[in-house]
T-cell receptor, first 112, second 110 residues
Framework: GENVEQHPSTLSVQEGDSAVIKCTYS??????FPWYKQELGKRPQLIID?????GEKKDQRIAVTLNKTAKHFSLHITETQPEDSAVYFC???????????FGKGTLLTVNP | DAEITQSPRHKITETGRQVTLACHQT?????MFWYRQDLGHGLRLIHY???????NKGEVSDGYSVSRSNTEDLPLTLESAASSQTSVYFC?????????FGQGTRLTVV
């Protein structure tokens, strides 16, 4: 089955700096890669996603890049703000398989 | 607005008891999932369903069961609760792409 590795497990940055979280996946059939943000005590919320026919996608301060050959994808947050502090999860979904396999999460702390 | 809701939000139960967690979605999604979330393990898939009468085991299915009698509901049953099943449980539903989560149920087995 699919295996998703996520790094780092914790990340601390100063407000205004950029943050990058990286994930790798094992199943070459995976074709959909979402990122979720989970604030303390809340549900995971979808923040951005990318499909395998696209190399990069941006939405304001967040962007996701995908390298299909290397089977890795990354989340980039620019101009970080304290409200970006949360746990971020990457995930992968493949082909006709509709279930998401998640990485173990990254705790991002943005220090004011 | 469409939504996915879980109940109860919090539950304390005793070892050995049968427990059922409810999940109801109004997205009209065929695909529904149950995950558990534990520190250091992220979100792990327990069971999932791709439609009415369809159920499948995920990576941590032992001690759990689900049933899918209609599109809207996927209840999760713990046959005989164990302390190792103390966790936060999330139900989710989705299309071929986007997947949305319920608010979660915090279950404590004492």
């Amino acid at each position: 089955g699919e295996n998703v590795e996520q790094h780092p497990s914790t990340l601390s940055v100063q407000e205004g700096d950029s943050a990058v979280i990286k994930c790798t996946y094992s199943d070459s059939a995976s074709n959909y890669f979402p990122w979720y943000k989970q604030e303390l005590g809340k549900r995971p919320q979808l923040i951005i996603d990318i499909r395998s026919n696209v190399g990069e996608k941006k939405d304001q301060r967040i962007a996701v890049t995908l390298n299909k050959t290397a089977k890795h994808f990354s989340l980039h947050i620019t101009e970080t703000q304290p409200e970006d502090s949360a746990v971020y999860f990457c995930a992968a979904k493949g082909g006709s398989n509709y279930k998401l396999t998640f990485g173990k999460g990254t705790l991002l702390t943005v220090n004011p | 607005d469409a939504e996915i809701t879980q109940s109860p939000r919090h539950k304390i139960t005793e070892t050995g008891r049968q427990v059922t967690l409810a999940c109801h979605q109004t997205w009209n999604h065929n695909n529904m999932f149950w995950y558990r979330q534990d520190l250091g393990h992220g979100l792990r898939l327990i069971h999932y369903s791709y439609g009415v009468q369809d159920t499948n085991k995920g990576e941590v299915s032992d001690g759990y069961s689900v049933s899918r009698s209609n599109t809207e509901d996927l209840p999760l049953t713990l046959e005989s609760a164990a302390s190792s099943q103390t966790s936060v449980y999330f139900c989710a539903s989705g299309s071929a792409s986007e997947t949305f989560f319920g608010q979660g149920t915090r279950l404590t087995v004492v």
